[in-house]
Each structure stands twice: as structure tokens, then as C-alpha cells.
């Protein structure tokens, strides 16, 4: 695959909306730039598979894993003032939250935008100024100025996905590039190069890749996938937190320039299962990240399996 190809597909893919449960978007750009690749399937939740042609069954099976879906939110109700009450998906920090841009979908299935606002410290007493506001005080303004408005004119519905507003954009000069979902699109993307340079080989293993929903919410897509293509081998692709800035330079494993998974690199992940292998691994190199609970899709892997997926993370890292 070319670089501006790549290029190309992270950019569709990080602009898609698609937020856990609503991944339509992203799947249809993967549809777009990798069904010549192999067979596509998809099962009832939206996970999508993307099989090479060459597979033939009776050999070791490769699962190619990455996630489609990103964090962001959903309208829980609509307040009489006409803005919107609503509820995280996925792992935000509350501080995070407030300012972001982000586009709701209406019952049509466009998306509109709008801002999360808090109390304007105009407004705000002295206690309030510095503390983080609770999710259950913020609100999305879409303009709307009651709820009869919001229902009726916006045609904005109770269970709307709402996904955070940020065009992609990438600074040649500098190699550079700026947006949002990079966490696990650009996963998605290495998964469909791998393919692509995978293509014609002739291999003496099946590989199919699979891109999982859900994962921001507990990793329910590959909980299915895993056991839908069952492999002996998974090789994960996932987008792991930069730390460069905020690690002591000794601990730092993600780094910008210093070579990202997300780019040009390969992670790979011998394990059982594609979802245990996950799992594991996502326990070594971010071990106070909540988003990602240990699930019971893990409880059959054999400790020295873990054990050897978590050293050669980090030396890989
Ligand atoms: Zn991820």
C-alpha cells in the first residue's frame, strides 16, 4: 500500500464516527478499502472479518485483531432548557470533558454539532471554580433553547450516539499527524496494510482479520470474534497511550518519532486466544488504565503464556 493510500485510509478512519455500539461509519470505510482484500463477513453485533481468499482451513489460524469502535458519549435525556444530559462511553476523566466539540446524531442519522458546557465561572462560587465538574452537571448545547425544540426541530432522540468533533489532518513537513480515534483506527489501518502486503503470499497459515465493536466497553466484540475464528495465533493491533510525557524517560514505552505501533510498526502477540492475548497485554503496558477490566473471556489462559506476553511487550516497546 502506498504511503498517501495509507495516509488516506487513517484520515477516513479517524474522521468516521463511531462510537461503541454505532460503528456503521468506520465499517463502511473498511469495507471500502479492504474488501478487495479477502472474503467480508460480519456477525449480528457488527464485528466485521476480513478473510484472505488464499485460507483453506486444516492449518494454524492467524487472527489479525483490532477495534473499531472510540470512546465518547450518549444522550442519556434532554433537559428542559434544551440542552442534553449524557453519559460516557468508554473510559473519559470527568476534566476532560468540557469544551469538546463534538456532533450528535439526529433520528436520520446525520450528525449535528455541538459543545459540552459547564457552569461559566461567571457563575461558578468559589468552591466550584477549581474543582471538576460531574458529568451528571454537564450538558451538550446544540442551540436549542428548550425541549420541545430539541425533540421536534433537532430530531435529536433519547440513546443518540455523540461523538467527539475533530477533523484529521496531517503536517507533511513535519510527519505529523493531528485527530482523533488514532486509538484504534490507526490499528484498523495496520491491520488492512498487513493485509495488503500479505496479499499473493502464499502462506502455510490461514490469516483472517477481524474488526472488533464494543471494545471500549468491555471488550464485547472480541470476545465474539475470538471465539467465531478461534485462532492459534493472534497478532493485536491496538493504540496504546503515549507516555513520553508524562513518564520518567526510563519507563516511557510510547513515544512520538521513536517509532508507534500505530504507524508503521507491527505489535505482535503470541497467545491461546486473540482476546486473552489482549487482554494480557493490555495489563502490561498500561496497568492503571481502567477503560479495559480483565473479563472472563480471560480466565483460561495459562499463567507462563501471560507471563512471556507481557516481557516481550516491553521489549518490543
Ligand atoms: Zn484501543
Same mark, same amino acid.
Not at 469544551?99 to 465561572?121: C, F, M, N, W
Not at 471538576?132 to 421536534?152: C, K, T
Not at 489532518?169 to 484498523?188: H, S, V, W
Not at 516511557?252 to 508503521?264: C, D, P
Given at each position: ?65 483490532? =477495534? ?6 450518549? %444522550? ?23 469544551? =469538546? ?60 450516539? %455523540? ?98 505501533? %500505530? ?55
Amino acid at each position: 500500500m502506498e504511503r498517501k493510500a495509507l495516509l488516506k485510509l487513517a484520515e477516513e478512519l479517524s474522521n468516521a464516527r463511531g462510537v461503541s455500539g454505532f460503528e456503521d461509519e468506520v465499517l463502511a470505510v473498511l469495507r471500502r478499502h479492504g474488501g478487495h482484500l479477502g472474503e467480508l463477513s460480519e456477525d449480528s453485533l457488527r464485528n466485521l472479518y476480513l478473510s484472505r481468499r488464499e485460507n483453506r482451513g486444516g492449518r494454524p489460524v492467524v487472527q489479525l485483531d483490532a =477495534h473499531s469502535d472510540e470512546v465518547g458519549f450518549m %444522550v442519556r435525556a434532554v433537559r428542559p432548557n434544551g440542552t442534553l444530559a449524557f453519559t460516557p462511553l468508554g473510559g473519559w476523566m470527568p476534566c476532560n470533558i468540557p469544551a =469538546h466539540r463534538v456532533l450528535v446524531q439526529t433520528a436520520e442519522g446525520d450528525y449535528i454539532p455541538g459543545v459540552v458546557a459547564s457552569k461559566p465561572p461567571h457563575f461558578a462560587g468559589t468552591g466550584e471554580r477549581n474543582a471538576v465538574p460531574a458529568v451528571e452537571d454537564m450538558g451538550i448545547d446544540i442551540g436549542a433553547s428548550s425541549r420541545e425544540e430539541v425533540l421536534r426541530d433537532f430530531h435529536i432522540r433519547i440513546g443518540a450516539p %455523540v461523538a467527539p468533533d475533530a477533523a484529521f489532518q496531517y503536517q507533511e513537513g513535519r510527519d505529523l499527524m493531528i485527530g482523533k480515534a488514532f486509538d484504534c483506527r490507526l490499528g484498523c489501518a495496520a491491520l488492512v496494510q498487513t493485509l495488503d502486503l500479505l496479499a499473493g503470499k502464499d502462506l502455510a497459515v490461514d490469516v483472517t482479520g477481524a474488526f472488533a465493536v464494543q471494545e471500549e466497553m468491555g471488550m464485547r466484540g472480541a470476545a465474539v470474534t475470538a471465539n467465531r475464528v478461534k485462532p492459534d495465533v493472534a497478532i493485536v493491533f491496538e493504540g496504546c497511550p503515549a507516555d513520553d510525557t508524562v513518564a520518567e524517560p526510563w519507563l516511557v514505552q510510547t513515544a512520538i518519532h521513536k517509532g508507534h505501533l %500505530v504507524q508503521h510498526k507491527i505489535i505482535v502477540i503470541a497467545a491461546v486466544r486473540a482476546v486473552n492475548a489482549a487482554q494480557h497485554r493490555k495489563g502490561a503496558v498500561r496497568p492503571e488504565a481502567g477503560p479495559h477490566p480483565i473479563g472472563k473471556v480471560q480466565a483460561d489462559v495459562e499463567a507462563p503464556v501471560a507471563g512471556k506476553a507481557h516481557r516481550g511487550d516491553l521489549d518490543i516497546l
